[in-house]
């Protein structure tokens, strides 16, 4: 072929070819190829379009590292769950029953959250008092957990077996939206519900855990710079009713919540809290649930909206007495990010 028309090939080929980095660079560089969003090379891909490490063993089941999370998929999609962000073990000799432990006065390191779970393993714990007789049930919880750290308990309940009561509808005021004013950094018991509020009152006896399973969902939100986060916190409250409030006793709790999105969805947050001497209620002042939405605050311009909802409440009673136990080097911890 003459050169002449060598060339008119070679430019019109130029001229069909889009003139992109992608179209540009698409030869294979290492064993690497390029995609219109990264590279790949056999079961290997790097996306920037959502930046994230995909990496398979076939069509069907992989592997994915983004930002904050590694997750494995199978089915093609269709099951998938992700692997622990973060996990750390506590020696017993750290774990001080009945006393707040803090992650990095301990030389571990903080949370993202509080939603992450506390596994014990028994070390050299008395599970059964001879004395006492009867049926006895062991507890073991972590309590006012934050980013920071949590309590752990340890409760025997002896005389009876413990049984739960579930509550996943018809809630005294199930949906809560923002305050209009936000709360100090805890709220008194004397601080009233008020129609921003979710709520719900129980007339049951002998409570010696409860458990609050809410939703914040974000709307409306605006990430001009795509790496923005918008973070809602707020209470939830537990005790005795009192006319719009609490009564001032034993039974009064609050732990404070915080959750974050960078885009509109809904976060799902429980909150658990123990009893050591079981509160009881009447028709006049049941056990209420107060979940309070105080505050939003905006990094790097991002702006959007909250909006509240109880959708779990679980009530564990016992009908005997209850004995805490207190004390170090009596279990470890296994403390696992979701």
Known sequence: MARGNTNLVAAKKRKENKNSLYNRVQSRVGGWETTPSGLKTRGVEISSADSSIKVSSSATKYSTLSSDSLRFTRDGGGTSFNYAKQMQFIPASLVNLGTAFDFTDNGFLDYDNDQYDVIFTIKNLQTYDASEGGDQNLQLSAENKSATGFTPTANLFIGSVLSTTDVTSSFSD?????????????????????AADSLHDLDIDNVVGISVTFTITFSSVVNKGGEGLLTATGYVRVGNKDSNAFQNNAAYLVSSWDTTRESNGTNTITKSFSYSSAPSSDGTNPIRINLILNNTSSEDGTTGSIAGALTSITYTTSSGTTTSITGADKVDALVVAR
């Not at 949906?175 to 008194?188: H, M, T, V």
């Open 174 to 194: 199930e949906n809560s939206s923002q305050r209009s004013s936000a709360l100090g950094s805890s709220p008194a018991y004397s601080v009233d519900k008020v």
